[in-house]
T-cell receptor, first 112, second 113 residues
Framework: SQELEQSPQSLIVQEGKNLTINCTSS?????LYWYKQKYGEGLIFLMM?????EEKSHEKITAKLDEKKQQSSLHITASQPSHAGIYLC????????????FGTGTRLKVLA | DAGVIQSPRHEVTEMGQEVTLRCKPI?????LFWYRQTMMRGLELLIY????????DSGMPEDRFSAKMPNASFSTLKIQPSEPRDSAVYFC???????????FGPGTRLTVT
């Protein structure tokens, strides 16, 4: 969706390296959600961010929300092969709506 | 809990045939969503239900697509007649009213030849 841009589209990193994935919305954010999809499987919820400046962590994955820029970044520290997959962000633009849209995803490959 | 269950996992059919995809949401979840994922368009919301009632079907591409939820534990997505451009992975997801986190099923990979 052009309303939601993820970058980069794909990423290949060496095991142990840090990386960042970005998600930018062209509309005001109400909530932002990060999911991970392993190849050939369903999406797994990682984190939800709702407040400007909010930062959450899940194991070695940290996500931050910049409300003013309408952007979120997902940072992986010391990447491992288990981090490989597709990372998708989803955003809702209004309170009380369950109809949020997803970005096209970032495909991450981690080389051992 | 077993999570969201979808069947079949893979479906190969010929153009013009009817296809029915099935979903069992997590017990107690109030919302059920059907998504379609393709390389070109990413993950698109087709329709969602609240307490078995369809709330928004604006994402359903054509009249060939229909979805039902006869009870809280079962939903179907039907395509009749199917076309090659319907080839995609179809996901079902459910969530609680008070928690907007989606719980996704493993998906059904549909190939229409």
């Amino acid at each position: 969706s052009q309303e939601l841009e993820q970058s980069p589209q794909s990423l290949i990193v060496q095991e142990g390296k840090n990386l960042t994935i970005n998600c930018t919305s062209s509309k005001t954010l109400y909530g932002l959600y990060w999911y991970k999809q392993k190849y050939g499987e369903g999406l797994i919820f990682l984190m939800m961010l709702q407040k400007g400046g909010e930062e959450k962590s899940h194991e070695k994955i940290t996500a931050k929300l910049d409300e003013k820029k309408q952007q979120s970044s997902l940072h992986i520290t010391a990447s491992q092969p288990s981090h490989a997959g597709i990372y998708l962000c989803g955003v809702s633009h209004a309170s009380g709506t369950y109809k949020y849209i997803f970005g096209t995803g970032t495909r991450l490959k981690v080389l051992a | 809990d077993a999570g969201v269950i979808q069947s079949p996992r893979h479906e190969v059919t010929e153009m013009g045939q009817e296809v029915t995809l099935r979903c069992k949401p997590i017990s107690g979840h109030d919302y059920l969503f059907w998504y379609r994922q393709t390389m070109m368009r990413g993950l698109e919301l087709l329709i969602y239900f609240n307490n078995n009632v369809p709330i928004d079907d604006s994402g359903m591409p054509e009249d060939r697509f229909s979805a039902k939820m006869p009870n809280a534990s079962f939903s179907t997505l039907k395509i009749q007649p199917s076309e090659p451009r319907d080839s995609a992975v179809y996901f079902c997801a459910s969530s609680l009213a008070r928690d907007s986190r989606r719980y996704f099923g493993p998906g059904t990979r549909l190939t229409v030849t």
